[in-house]
């Protein structure tokens, strides 16, 4: 687990809590786990993806979404894992203001994170990890699944 703290500057930070909290979502499971994340593209995409190759965040975007989690539903209370396909997975906290929604992981016994604005959490997929229910509040987080970067992933790509 790395833990990276101020991960984006300012003006990145602002731009993807504005997008947040402007964004609709929606339930998933009948509303028992969690809120569809919302997709971030375009030229906030191009900004964030940047940002992960200064940090030597080296594989394709798989997956790169807003996730949002309030007091109104439950979350998985067990501990759980990632798709394998995956070589790194990032968690970035994008506010604060909330009680509980704690992040979980299990490397030689439970350690837990405490939500921070802008702080960027980067683990393995198969890092057993879970998030703590919100108690107040809502908590946003920018997630994104990194997979191996090879041509050979890349869909519509040539050598030619």
């Given at each position: 687990?790395?833990?990276?703290?101020?991960?984006?500057?300012?003006?990145?930070?602002?731009?993807?809590?504005?997008?947040?909290?402007?964004?609709?979502?929606?339930?998933?499971?009948?509303?028992?786990?969690?809120?569809?994340?919302?997709?971030?593209?375009?030229?906030?995409?191009?900004?964030?993806?940047?940002?992960?190759?200064?940090?030597?965040?080296?594989?394709?975007?798989?997956?790169?979404?807003?996730?949002?989690?309030?007091?109104?539903?439950?979350?998985?209370?067990?501990?759980?894992?990632?798709?394998?396909?995956?070589?790194?997975?990032?968690?970035?906290?994008?506010?604060?203001?909330?009680?509980?929604?704690?992040?979980?992981?299990?490397?030689?016994?439970?350690?837990?994170?405490?939500?921070?604005?802008?702080?960027?959490?980067?683990f393995?997929?198969?890092?057993?990890?879970?998030v703590?229910?919100v108690?107040?509040?809502?908590?946003?987080?920018?997630?994104?699944?990194?997979?191996?970067?090879?041509?050979?992933?890349?869909?519509?790509?040539?050598?030619?």
């Open positions: 687990m790395k833990i990276y703290k101020q991960f984006f500057n300012k003006s990145t930070h602002t731009a993807l809590c504005n997008y947040a909290y402007k964004s609709s979502y929606k339930k998933v499971q009948d509303g028992v786990y969690n809120f569809r994340g919302v997709n971030v593209e375009g030229p906030l995409r191009d900004k964030v993806e940047k940002v992960f190759r200064e940090y030597g965040l080296t594989g394709t975007l798989e997956v790169l979404r807003i996730q949002r989690i309030d007091e109104n539903f439950k979350v998985v209370e067990q501990f759980h894992t990632h798709d394998s396909s995956c070589i790194e997975n990032v968690v970035c906290f994008l506010n604060d203001e909330l009680t509980g929604g704690e992040f979980e992981y299990m490397e030689y016994n439970i350690k837990m994170i405490y939500p921070e604005a802008n702080t960027a959490l980067i393995a997929p198969e890092t057993p990890h879970r703590n229910p108690i107040k509040g809502t908590r946003y987080t920018l997630v994104a699944f990194l997979a191996e970067n090879s041509y050979l992933n890349k869909q519509d790509k040539t050598l030619i």
